[in-house]
C-alpha cells in the first residue's frame, strides 16, 4: 500500500554545555498512524537520536549524533528483526583523516607551521593584505579527532587578520592563503593551546586545520 508522510514540528530548549540552543523535533508518520521517523535539529545540524521504522513499527535504523552534528553511531535492523549493521562511523573517518595527515607532504614556513594547498599556490612568505577574509575551517588533532568545523554547520566565518583572536599559529597560518584557496594548516602546540590544553584539547597538541578561503 501506497504510504505517505505526515510532518510535524515542535520546538524545544535543550541545553549543551552552559549555552542554551534551540532544537526542532520531526516526526514523520506512515498512513497506518505508525512512525517512520523522529529526530532533532539544532542550528541546522543533526542531534541526538534519530530513528527510523518499518511500516509494520518494527526499528529500521538508528542514527546518534553528538551535540556538534557527527555521526557517533549506527545501526541498522532488516524486516526479520536483525541488527545488520552495528558501528561508529565517525571512528573509521578519524582513521582516514590520521592517514591522510601522515601522508601530507608539509611545507615549513616562519614559526615552524606546516603548509599544505588541495588548491593554489604555497607562498614562502606571508600575504599580508588585504587582511579581512571569509572562510570555512575544521580543527583536528593528529589522531583525526574533529575539534570543530564551519563545514558542518555551514556558517563560513569572518575575520580580520590584525585584529582576529584566534589562536597564533592558525591566524598566523591564514596569512599564507588567498581568495579560492584549499589546504590545510599544521600548527605546533606552542602556537596553539601549550601546556594548558583545553576540554577537547589535550595537552601539548599539535592541531591540523582544514581552511577554504571564501573572500580575501
Request: charged share 30%.
Amino acid at each position: 500500500m501506497k504510504s505517505f508522510l505526515f510532518t510535524f514540528s515542535v520546538c524545544l530548549f535543550l541545553a549543551f554545555q552552559t549555552a542554551s540552543v534551540f532544537a526542532q523535533k520531526t516526526v514523520e508518520k506512515y498512513e497506518n498512524g505508525e512512525k517512520k521517523y523522529q529526530g532533532r535539529m539544532a542550528d541546522g545540524i543533526k542531534i541526538g537520536k534519530h530513528s527510523f521504522w518499518y511500516e509494520d513499527g518494527s526499528k529500521k535504523r538508528e542514527e546518534k549524533y553528538n551535540d556538534r552534528g557527527i555521526l557517533i553511531q549506527l545501526k541498522e535492523w532488516d524486516e526479520a528483526g536483525n541488527i545488520v549493521t552495528d558501528e561508529n562511523p565517525e571512528e573509521k573517518f578519524e582513521k582516514i583523516r590520521e592517514d591522510q595527515f601522515n601522508s601530507i607532504t608539509w611545507i615549513e614556513v616562519k614559526y615552524n607551521l606546516g603548509l599544505s594547498k588541495v588548491k593554489g599556490e604555497i607562498h614562502t612568505e606571508p600575504i599580508l593584505e588585504p587582511s579581512d577574509m571569509v572562510l570555512h575551517y575544521a580543527t583536528y588533532l593528529e589522531n583525526g579527532k574533529e575539534i570543530d568545523s564551519s563545514f558542518r554547520t555551514k556558517k563560513p566565518i569572518g575575520i580580520n587578520l590584525k585584529k582576529s583572536d584566534l589562536i597564533d599559529g592558525f591566524q598566523e597560518g591564514l596569512k599564507y592563503f588567498e581568495e579560492g584557496d584549499n589546504g590545510f594548516i599544521k600548527v605546533p602546540a606552542r602556537m596553539a593551546y601549550g601546556s594548558e590544553g583545553t576540554r577537547e584539547v589535550p595537552p601539548n597538541s599539535t592541531l591540523i586545520f582544514q581552511v577554504y578561503i571564501l573572500k580575501r
